[in-house]
């Protein structure tokens, strides 16, 4: 029933985000979206790249990862997170890789260590795919080594902590919205920057830890609380323990700045917020509804301009 449902969910998705102008070609350089692949572990991977109109292939850009959630893919997370508007308006590029699935470009999940579905029954090897995808795109695109930047939701939320703790030396910052910090073992090696975005009313990633009052992953589970990220980042990056506490509203911001001035970690709680993305679009028909009180993606982008790689 579980799959049933999600690929009527699916087809419903993708019918409405199906653009006809994506382009093949192996790295474009015209502006616009273009669906491209790329080899990782002898698996083809696939992922679509927004370039804005003010590309210049002579120079350097700042880029942003987006990750979809659990039984999305790049279009999905493109369309929810509005991303590729900012990016527009900022003048980055944007990048929405796809997790793996049986269906190979939709219900798609990523291994996030506990989550989620197909990509953690196979044991799938995302953080070496999202490794690739860096390495590549940074050989054939002017990206700034200094500015790449990752957000995502749900699962696509959760790897982003596996991908800070692997890959700190890429990734100078991270913006979960509704995931759970639950990598059993993280020792980053450089100190990576992070804003996250969780409401108090999620049933699908408990704000105060637990198991899911709503699982759409037949795979159980229990997922640390909010506060666990934080403490723990907070400690990474030798941040202050006494935050700047912010409230408009039903959201709440708190900043705890880096002890070195360099790094640090915010936290948006948003009062009564469900699994959504602030500012953003819901996830499907059945998804809930996002608050219009923030935009986490205007929210996480300045936070990136102000933390890049040192």
């Known amino acids: 029933m579980f799959l049933v449902i ?28 273009h669906k491209l692949t790329i080899v990782s572990n002898g698996r083809t991977r696939h992922y679509l790249l927004h370039l804005p109109p003010s590309f210049n292939s002579e120079q350097a850009t700042p880029l942003v990862i987006v990750l979809h959630g659990g039984g999305g893919n790049g279009e999905n997370a493109a369309k929810m997170s509005r991303m590729s508007k900012k990016a ?65 939701i749900s699962n696509g939320g959760m790897m982003l902590y596996v991908l800070a703790c692997a ?37 699908h990633v408990l704000y105060g830890g637990g198991a899911p009052l709503k699982r759409a992953d037949p795979n159980p589970r229990i997922d640390n609380p909010v506060s666990f990220a934080v403490s723990f980042w907070i400690r990474q990056n030798k941040c202050s323990t006494r935050p700047i ?3 408009h509203g039903n959201v709440i911001r708190e900043t705890y700045s880096g002890g070195d001035g360099r790094s640090a970690v915010v936290l948006y709680t948003i009062r009564a917020g469900k699994h959504a993305w602030p500012g953003g679009e819901r996830g499907s028909i059945f998804g809930d509804e996002p608050t219009e009180e923030l935009s986490a993606t205007d929210a996480m982008w300045e936070f990136f301009k102000t933390h890049p790689k040192r």
């Open 167 to 203: 890959l700190s030396d890429k990734i100078a910052a991270i913006a979960p919205v509704a995931g759970a910090m639950n990598h059993p073992e993280c020792k980053p090696a450089h100190p990576v920057s992070v804003i996250i975005f969780h409401g108090t009313e999620d049933e």
């Open 245 to 247: 506490r912010e409230e």
């Open 6 to 33: 999600l690929t009527i969910l699916s087809c419903m998705i993708q019918t409405g985000l199906r653009h006809p102008s994506l382009k093949s070609e192996a790295f474009p350089t015209t502006p616009g979206d």
């Open 88 to 152: 527009d308006e900022e003048g980055f590029v944007a990048v929405y890789p796809y997790g793996t699935g049986r269906f190979k470009q939709r219900l798609l999940t990523w291994n996030a260590g506990n989550c989620c579905g197909w990509a953690l029954d196979n044991k799938t090897d995302d953080v070496d795919f999202i490794r690739s995808l860096l390495d590549t795109l940074v050989t054939h695109y002017p990206i700034d080594p200094k500015r790449v930047y990752a957000t995502g």
